[in-house]
């Protein structure tokens, strides 16, 4: 009798995504994933280069719970980090991990360079949490909507929604530019979601 049952990864995933790992690493990921108890929940898209925003972003639990998610998947996950930190004998081994060098007072700022990395790779997902913190804040950063503006490319949200224990590939969002317009509809779409530590959660405003 056919089972009903989900699978906890999808069995397809586009051709487009990114990839790293191998079969080893991938079975290790999923192993922990079911362990953990926990579900991927909808289909990602067929785009070679994405900003993925991971929200809400209340605990170090999160990265716990994404990155054997990232391994399961074999997904080469890119990710910022300061340019001071790439120094012998770490530097090769953070590019390998899909760590970005990025200089905060360099001309043009972040959302430039980050861009630039997306115009030197055929396939590249840069992840980053809008938070930039894991405790309470007003605001949320809009450094990465200005990158995938500048960029030229969407933003697939992706939540972790933890009294479902589920990983949620939300939807895919293209930036109009109009920084207070995409980050009040953005902020409405993870609005559904809870993180570990749900009192950490930003109070939207004007959010339904």
């Known amino acids: 009798m056919a089972s009903n049952r989900k699978p906890t990864i999808p069995a397809q995933l586009p051709d487009e995504m990114p990839r790293a790992g191998n079969g080893f690493t991938g079975g290790i990921g999923l192993l922990i994933v079911k362990l953990l108890g926990w579900r991927l929940e909808g289909e990602f898209p ?7 925003a991971l929200a809400p972003h209340t605990s ?12 399961a998947l074999k997904l080469k996950a890119s990710w910022l ?10 530097k090769n081994l953070f590019k390998w991990l899909g760590g970005i060098p990025t200089d905060r007072a360099a001309a043009g700022g972040m959302a430039k360079q980050v861009a ?14 809008p938070e930039g913190t894991r405790q ?3 605001r949320w950063k ?19 929604d933890f009294p479902t224990k589920r ?22 779409r993870f609005h559904k979601y809870q993180g570990r530590n749900p009192e950490n959660q930003t109070d939207f405003v004007d959010v339904p």
Do not use: C, H
Not at 46 to 52: F, G, R, S, W
Not at 116 to 129: D, H
């Open 167 to 188: 990983v949620v590939v939300d939807s895919l969002y293209r930036p109009t530019g109009k920084l207070d317009v995409d980050m009040q509809e953005i902020q409405k």
């Open 81 to 90: 980090m300061k340019r001071e930190a790439f120094f012998f004998p770490f």
């Open 60 to 71: 170090n639990w999160d990265f716990v719970v994404a990155m054997p998610f990232i391994m």
């Open 46 to 52: 067929p785009e070679k280069k994405l900003m993925v």
């Open 136 to 138: 309470k804040t007003a």
């Open 142 to 160: 809009n450094g990465f909507l200005r990158i995938a503006y500048a960029a030229n490319v969407p933003v697939l949200l992706v939540a972790w």
């Open 116 to 129: 630039s990395q997306f115009r030197q790779n055929e396939k590249m997902w840069v992840a980053i949490t």
